[in-house]
């Protein structure tokens, strides 16, 4: 992306022979530069950037709403290790990142080889899949809640209809509250991803396809030796961004389950919010929230040494 | 409603390779007469299964919205029936004038309304002034600033929330739209997305625009943003969807019911009467009448903007 950057977009008129022309050119270009940036910049420093490296800072102190800040080193990180809510938290976000991403990658991906076709009115099934993606989030929580009702919501009463006796009691149930969660979240996300894979399957040369097809070779053998291949760019990005989206998991929670029934469905997004916002332990959020940054980062950078291995 | 099938083949989303359409490719018309018969008649078959498919499919995942609005016309104790009904006996219509006494609904959508213009608006203007000092003037250190941008894209927002939150209330600025505006309109997320929609631009415009005598400013409003007006529009409609379906924000600095936007609102209504399940579903689907009305006028700058920001990320 940076080196792009680099080899493009020369300034105004930079053919000018004299050095100190240039200089002069160079040091009007930054001022110009400046300004384009400036209004957006100011409030990226002030509500971005120094948050974010605050955070970092914030990680080895102990601060509270009552004292003033003080450095502690890894204290904070001492006291989450053995905090008993860290690792249910940390357990349940996990948990849902199991469930959640190959869900709705497969989902998507499905979904995606239905709709890649030229017929009429497919527009209007691409757009309908979509719209969950879009809509509020609460109203989401509170419809698919509805529908969970243990005793006489609908999915229950299909699952009483094809023969399961004993449903499940979804967020009632400590059990089944992450599952119901997870149902709801891949409902919601699949259409975006499905998107990203329309726009991945349609980049696929249709050269390929008559190839393998010449060769013999059946539409199951084509999926996976032409269009699973071609797909691996767009997958490894479907990847990395479900992964990262499952670990920030936060809303969806708060307002389905908001953690419960007990401790069954708290996330580590909702724990640095507890801990921090609630309970003003600034430096203790911090610490869980440099471990969640950490968890993401690790989980990128390893996707991306995959995909770099199997690109050579 | 355009089909989104052609919105994937805008030009930019790809940067220039051709797309095609997966199923019927043109080179059938090179196979004999005979085998394209077999073949389009097996292609017909085929493609009623498919319909039957998809019909099927969507009826199943459009589930939830049709029970929402089929409840929404209901009595409480009409929603939850065994069996399910899902076409009210009797549509109870008085849900839709009655929810506007019941709770402050008309406030709620009035301060997300204006939560969500505001915040458009900051971030489409700062935004794209930003990408056009990051896309077509050079000075010295503009990449590692533009790093800095996309590195705090990869934070996940959770990890400074609490530092934002202490510095809002350092300011004095919780339980103020104020906090909201600060903290959303300057996203780095948009400088992003614009930016990569203004390096498609060539720089032979400007160069030609420069030549002509116009200052950057005037080539970036006369130049620039007439050109750029697809990515625009993609940019302020993914802005006002997100800051209009936005939770935890408003839930985390708006303490006051005067200030509360739909969101709250209705997570609030739920948590009060959480047996008022008509109203409830009534609620829900004035909440997603805006998104959806602003969705079908825009919905193929929504599909470029995630294609755009997604597949050149």
Known sequence: ?312 | MTNMAEDLKAPDLTGGVPLRGGAISPEDRRHTTHRRSTRERKKRTTNVIIYGALVVLVVALMMPFIWMVSSSLKENNQVLTVPIQWIPSEFVWSNYTDIWTRIPMMGYLQNSLYLAVIITCLQVLTGSLAAYGFSKVRFPGRDVLFLCYIGTIAVPWQAYMVPQYIMMQQLGLTNSFNALILLQAFGAFGVFLMRQYYMTIPDELCEAARIDGLSEYGIWARVILPLSKPALASLALLTFVNTWNDYMGPFIYLTSNRLWTVQLGLRSFVGQFDAEYAMIMTGSVISVIPILFIFLLGQRYFIQGIATSGMKG
Request: aromatic share 14%; no cysteine.
């Open chain 1, 1 to 312: 992306m940076t080196t792009e950057t680099i080899t493009q977009a020369p300034g105004p008129a930079r053919t000018t022979p004299h050095s100190r022309g240039n200089r002069k050119q160079a040091r009007r270009n930054t001022l110009i530069g400046w300004t384009f940036i400036l209004p957006n910049f100011l409030g990226f420093l002030a509500f971005t950037l120094i948050p974010v490296l605050a955070a970092f800072a914030l990680s080895f102190m102990e601060w509270t709403s009552f004292a003033a800040p003080k450095w502690v080193g890894l204290a904070n990180f001492q006291r989450m290790f053995a905090s008993d809510s860290f690792w249910v938290a940390l357990r349940n976000t996990v948990v849902y990142a199991l469930g959640h991403v190959p869900l709705t990658m497969a989902l998507a991906l499905v979904l995606a080889m239905l709709l890649n076709r030229k017929l009429k009115g497919i527009g209007f099934f691409r757009v309908a899949i979509f719209f969950p993606y879009i809509t509020s989030l609460v109203a989401v929580a509170v419809v698919w809640n509805m529908l969970f009702s243990p005793d006489s919501g609908p999915i229950n009463q299909f699952l009483h209809a094809v023969g399961i006796a004993e449903a499940p009691g979804w967020t009632s149930s400590s059990d089944w509250a992450l599952p119901a969660v997870i149902i709801t979240s891949v409902w919601r996300d699949m259409g975006y991803y499905m998107v990203l894979y329309l726009a991945g399957l349609q980049a696929i040369p249709a050269e390929l396809y008559e190839a393998a097809e010449v060769d013999g070779a059946s539409a199951w053998q084509r999926f996976w030796n032409v269009t699973i291949p071609s797909l691996r760019p767009t997958t490894f990005f479907v990847v990395v961004m479900l992964t990262v989206s499952s670990f920030k998991v936060f809303d969806l929670i708060v307002v389905m389950t908001n953690g419960g029934p007990g401790r069954s469905t708290t996330v580590l997004s909702q724990l640095i919010y507890q801990e921090g916002i609630g309970e003003g332990k600034f430096g203790y959020s911090s610490a869980i929230s440099l471990v969640l940054f950490l968890i993401v980062l690790t989980v990128t950078v390893l996707q991306f040494k995959i995909q770099q291995r199997r690109e050579r």
